[in-house]
């Protein structure tokens, strides 16, 4: 039976890295976008590297596991992060209320890909549990569940931005499950980070930001390092490990884990104070993604 509950233990994880992942990257906003991106997967590839060679050399891949390997590194590992950093640095990192209420559209997009092109089938139990961590995920994430409109120029510039990054990391997930059907984790995680930085690297001279390759400061490559060991290729690979085990649909909604465990870490390192609405709806996503990890007993 514990076979039956490793993969969303592993989903879990990984979202509970990728919540830790913003206390790092506070001390990186003064770099652009595309550079955090660069050097965070630039780190992660030569520290897995030496760990995965050998799987790489003996896994021969089809032209279409390669394409969605190309694809899977747009989406996920460039756009996705790319559009959600800029939807942030448009509403100046001040009020971030339409960016993630966008964000929660993830799901919607991931478990619309994995219909089309998985033919994964959705039975009624599903749809009650994942509703309702849809609903709390929302009230976890906005006090009293007020959305403040009012965020000045660049709010529609920044909800676009934020709808991309939901569909891309959305869609991402379908793919990522398509190719770890054929692909190991590791080996999928190390061409992820190598075709990323294939990707973000033209980009970031087109962008005209190639100056700031030297911008860092040595502190900051520590914290790519630490990323990289962490919240970025380790939280990845646990991440692939628990979606190769996994269906899409439940996947996705396991990752609403991220909203909680967020704010139990503003509480924590911040002083931020919960409202009643807050502990009401956390524990209400808790109990909801107990259930849907249930529903893998099943499958």
């Known amino acids: 039976m514990l076979k039956n509950y490793t993969g969303p233990l592993f989903i879990i994880t990984a979202a509970l890295l990728w919540a830790l992942d913003g206390v790092i990257r506070r001390h990186l906003y003064s770099l652009p976008p595309i550079t955090i991106i660069f050097f965070e997967h630039l780190f992660g590839f030569i520290i897995l590297l030496p760990f995965v060679y050998k799987s790489i050399f003996k896994t021969d891949l089809t032209k279409h596991e390669w394409f969605l390997i190309i694809l899977i590194s747009a989406l996920s590992g460039l756009l996705g992060t790319l559009f959600f950093t800029t939807a942030l640095l448009k509403v100046h990192f001040i009020s971030f209320s339409v960016v993630f209420l966008l964000q929660k559209l993830q799901p919607i ?41 009012e965020t ?102 396991l990752e609403l884990t991220f909203p909680f465990i967020a704010i139990l870490i503003d509480m924590i390192l911040y002083k931020t104070v919960l409202a009643p609405t807050q502990w009401v709806a956390a524990i209400l996503l808790v109990f909801a993604i107990y259930k849907i990890a249930k529903l893998r007993e099943n499958i």
Do not use: C
């Open 109 to 149: 997009f991931a478990i619309t890909t994995a219909s089309i092109f998985l033919k994964e089938k959705l039975d009624r139990r599903y749809i009650v549990w994942a509703v309702l961590a849809l609903v709390s995920a929302y009230f976890v994430t906005f006090k009293n569940g007020a959305v403040n409109w």
């Open 152 to 253: 000045g120029e660049g709010t529609i510039i920044a909800a676009l931005f934020a709808l991309g990054a939901a569909f891309a990391w959305g869609s991402s997930t379908t793919f990522s499950k398509m190719l770890l059907t054929k692909v190991e984790a590791k080996v999928s995680t190390f061409y992820r980070f190598l075709f990323t930085l294939f990707l973000a690297l033209p980009l970031l001279l087109i962008m005209g930001k190639g100056a700031t390759l030297s911008a860092p400061t040595a502190p900051q490559f520590g914290l790519f390092a630490l990323i990289a060991v962490s919240t970025g290729m380790v939280a990845l690979l646990i991440y692939y490990k628990g979606l190769a085990r996994t269906p899409v649909h439940i996947t996705t909604i």
